[in-house]
């Protein structure tokens, strides 16, 4: 008999391999057939290996009950890892759309704990105990915050765009300016939402330049809207020229046609203070008579995924009626989360200092010297295997909003000395919680614009320990 016979012949029974305390113990985790599995699927491995490889590819060792338990156990602990985790996000972007947008102010957080675990008056009425609207729970606020007479909300902004778009302009005309034909992020093209919508696109003007008569000339018989699209992501410099909200509503009274704008980042409130170049808070547009307004929620509102709609009331209530409304109606946790977000606005110093996003804008970039001066100390005391210096960088808001406005910072450039800088990264990518930042000139660039104070001392532990190779923490 040859010795790959003889490798083959000792592969274990499954039933042997599951009596190992190390998948007993897993038991209590996973149901008996998700364990079998596993252990299948390693035995089956090892004779693959066996047949192709012979004798040679494998010890006698690894073919140890224990062994092979060993191996299947590791697999069966991916399967109990969790998939979205926590994440310290170093990157200095603080609307990273694959990082989950803005995170959530305390207040939000406690109010998505009362409701999740139990019921709640979602849709009741409680001065009469009949049934509610799901949306009454933040219409007055939106209502006070964007002095707009009514206020609905769905699932997200895009969302908001289609369904808006499908209520009040099916098989009819919007009129858009080919400047504001944009695609943002996650491929929503304007032009194809209005296809989706059933809304015929009419494109006026050019690219950099549209005015006024560019869309009164293309009025007609069709035309229901008259649509402007913020350009969030992206902008057009040099010889341009677009028509304001106010135009636009003059033009469509007129012509008794709807002006809508959808503005992508919502804000509640005046940021110029900031720095921040002139950006129209929604009030203002309200103010200027644009009919329906929409804008996201988790942009530098600051709140959870949701899509805002506000405006005239007739024409809040006819996109409300809309079957697509059902379709994308939003979830209690996140309106709970919406309610207690937007009832901080009611004290603009309040939402500036509760609200995440807010505080991490506002930043004064001195501070944030200070912090990455007291990461590189740590990381220096600790003895982190890496060159650190502290450089100056770039913050922004991204998330579509504001591409044009950058934020004076500064960083740590992280070289390590041993490993290159992408394998360091990827280390840091697996840990839990995740520690995600950027990569320029060969060195790991942290900053920690958009990180937490609370999270600066783990984030100096991720590092130090990555620095050291650990794998896994
Ligand atoms: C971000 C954005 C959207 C999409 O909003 P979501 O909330 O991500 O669905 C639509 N329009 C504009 C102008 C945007 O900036």
Known sequence: ????????????????????????????QLSADILTEAVQQHIDWLRCQ????????????????????????????ALLKPSLRKVINATGTLLHTNL?????????????????????????????????ERYSHVEGLLCRLTGAEAA????????????????????????????????????????????????????????????????????????????????SNFRIVGFTGEVSSAELVELGREHRLIVMEDLGSGLLIDLSSFGLAAEPTVGEVVHSGVDVVTFSADKLLGGPQAGIIVGRKDLIRKIAQHPLARALRIDKLTLAALEATLRLYLQPQRALSEIPVLTMFAADPQQQKSRCEALLQRLQEEGAAADVELVEDISRVGGGAMPQTELPDWALAIRPR?????????????????????????????????????????LAQLLLAALAGEELC
């Not at 008999?1 to 897993?26: I, Y």
């Not at 300016?177 to 194809?192: D, K, N, Y």
């Not at 990569?439 to 104070?453: G, P």
């Open 418 to 458: 041993q490993g290159s800088v992408s394998v360091l990264a990827t280390r840091l990518r697996d840990y839990s919680p995740a520690l995600i930042a950027r990569i320029r000139d060969d060195a790991l660039l942290v900053n920690l614009r958009a990180v937490f104070v609370a999270d600066d001392y783990l």
């Open 100 to 132: 989950g947008r803005a995170p959530l102010a305390p207040q939000a957080l406690r109010a998505i704990n009362d409701v999740a675990g139990g019921y709640s008056t979602l849709e009741m009425d409680m001065s009469n105990g009949k049934r509610g």
């Open 50 to 77: 066996l047949l192709d490889g012979g004798a040679s590819a494998l010890s006698g060792a690894a073919l140890e009950p224990a062994a092979v338990a060993n191996a299947a156990a590791d697999s069966c602990r």
């Open 1 to 28: 008999m040859s010795e790959r016979q003889n490798l083959l012949r000792h592969l274990p029974a499954v039933d042997r391999v599951l009596r190992e305390e190390v998948l007993q113990t897993l038991a209590d």
């Open 152 to 231: 609905l909300v769905v699932n997200n902004n895009a969302g908001a765009v289609l369904l808006a778009l499908s209520a009040l302009g099916r098989d009819r005309e919007a009129i858009v300016s080919r400047g504001e034909l944009v695609e943002i992020g996650g491929a929503f093209r304007i032009p194809e939402v209005m296809e989706a919508g059933g809304v015929h696109l009419r494109e006026v003007g050019s690219t950099n330049r549209t005015h006024l008569h560019d869309y009164a000339r293309a009025i007609g018989e069709q035309t229901a809207i008259l649509l402007k699209v913020h350009t």
